[in-house]
C-alpha cells in the first residue's frame, strides 16, 4: 500500500529533523564538555576543590583513570578501544534505522546523540591526557563531568521511551 502524500511529507519532516537534531547535540554537548574541561584544568590543580554549596556542592579537578565513577583504574588502552566500539554501534544504529525505512523517534535520536557526544568527550580526554577529568562533585556521589551527564541523560531518555513501547 502506498503512503500518502502526507505520510510522505511527515516522513521527510523525522528525517530531516533528525539530521539537525544529533550533529546539534553531540556538537553542543562537546563544545560545553571541552570548554569546561578545559576552564577548570586552568582554574584548578588535581585534587584541589572549591565550595559552592559547602558539604553539597563543590568544583573538584579530578582525573579519572578509570570509568564510570572511577571504577577499575588504570587499565590504559581498554578504555579507548570500548568507547571505539560503542561509538561505532552507535554510528551503526542510527545509520540502520534511517536506511531500513524505519523511522527513529526524537527521543532515540537525541538519547544516541547524548551517549555519542559523552563518549566522544571522554574519548578525547583519553588520547590526548591518558585519563577523563571530572569536576562536577555533590559529594555524595563520585566526581563526574558534562560528557557522563550526557551519557546518563541519554540512556535514561533511551530507556524510559522502550518502558513506554513496552507499555503500549
Not at 544504529?93 to 535520536?109: A, C, D, Q
Given at each position: ?54 558539604n553539597a556542592f563543590h568544583f ?109
Amino acid at each position: 500500500m502506498a503512503a500518502s502524500p502526507r505520510e510522505v511529507m511527515n516522513k521527510r519532516f523525522h528525517v530531516q529533523l533528525d539530521v539537525i537534531v544529533a550533529p546539534v547535540t553531540v556538537f553542543l554537548v562537546l563544545f560545553f564538555d571541552r570548554i569546561t574541561k578545559n576552564f577548570f584544568s586552568q582554574v584548578l590543580s588535581e585534587g584541589e576543590s572549591i565550595p559552592v554549596i559547602k558539604n553539597a556542592f563543590h568544583f573538584s579537578l579530578v582525573h579519572n583513570t578509570g570509568i564510570a565513577f572511577g571504577l577499575f583504574k588504570d587499565q590504559g588502552i581498554v578504555f579507548i578501544i570500548i568507547p571505539v566500539i560503542a561509538i561505532i554501534l552507535l554510528i551503526y544504529n542510527i545509520y540502520y534505522y534511517r536506511n531500513h525505512e524505519h523511522s527513529l523517534n526524537l527521543i532515540y535520536v537525541t538519547g544516541f546523540s547524548l551517549i555519542l557526544a559523552g563518549a566522544l568527550g571522554n574519548l578525547i580526554d583519553r588520547v590526548i591526557y591518558g585519563y577523563v577529568i571530572d569536576f562536577l562533585d555533590f559529594r555524595i556521589w563520585p566526581v563526574f563531568n558534562i560528557a557522563d551527564s550526557a551519557i546518563t541523560v541519554g540512556a535514561l531518555l533511551i530507556a524510559w521511551k522502550c518502558l513506554r513501547l513496552r507499555e503500549e
